[in-house]
Nanobody
Framework: QVQLVESGGGLVQTGSSLRLSCGAS????????MGWYRQVPGKEREFVAV????????YYGNSVKGRFTISRDSAENTVYLQMNSLKPEDTAVYYC??????????????????WGKGTLVTVSS
């Protein structure tokens, strides 16, 4: 019953910045941790970032630490991913996700309850 819709993907050059947005339907947003994963064809889905339902806690994948920042606006039912210093290896389909706990994002991605359709980010050199 929770619907997630990503936006903001596109084609950018190495070193550029991009901000992804994910809109969530209903009041359920306020009860869920929200996060981002990315996937390249032929590779396993990779954890990118997650933020707690309160917005006070966040975790990042090792490959994006120091470059990406996740945030959420409960009033707008929206989670954001600010991506800076983009590299070609950041190229992937980025998926928004929602689950009851932060731990699920870090350790049990296959148990995540809700997924968005994805938005493509392409970083050229």
């Amino acid at each position: 019953q929770v619907q997630l819709v990503e936006s903001g993907g596109g084609l950018v050059q190495t070193g550029s910045s991009l901000r992804l947005s994910c809109g969530a339907s209903g009041r359920t947003f306020s009860t869920k941790a929200m996060g981002w994963y990315r996937q390249v064809p032929g590779k396993e889905r990779e954890f990118v970032a997650v933020i707690s339902l309160s917005g006070n806690g966040a975790y990042y994948g090792n490959s994006v630490k120091g470059r990406f920042t996740i945030s959420r606006d409960s009033a707008e039912n929206t989670v954001y991913l600010q991506m800076n210093s983009l590299k070609p290896e950041d190229t992937a389909v980025y998926y928004c996700a929602a689950d009851g706990t932060v731990a699920t994002f870090v350790s049990l991605p296959h148990d995540i309850e809700h997924w968005g359709k994805g938005t493509l980010v392409t970083v050229s050199s």
